[in-house]
């Protein structure tokens, strides 16, 4: 969208007229969440550490509990 223009700046006929590499929805493979800005971000890079921790944790408890289904 142009600055200032809104919606009806877009050419191209709509919303879809607006889409622009660099953009969210100009990807062609777009990401499946978006965090926007710098405090979302660190808080899901956060949660991301404290379940990633909790993984090699379990993997440490755990890790030998595999079953086998090949003997059955």
Do not use: N
Request: a negative charge; hydrophobic letters at 35%; glycine letters at 20%.
């Amino acid at each position: 969208m142009r600055e200032g223009g809104g919606a009806s700046a877009c050419r191209g006929g709509g919303p879809v007229g607006c889409l622009r590499p660099g953009t969210i929805a100009g990807q062609d493979e777009p990401p499946r969440r978006f965090l926007a800005g710098a405090d979302a971000i660190e808080g899901a890079a956060a949660k991301a550490r404290e379940l990633l921790a909790q993984a090699e944790a379990s993997r440490a408890l755990g890790g030998s509990l595999g079953h086998d289904d090949t003997g059955a």
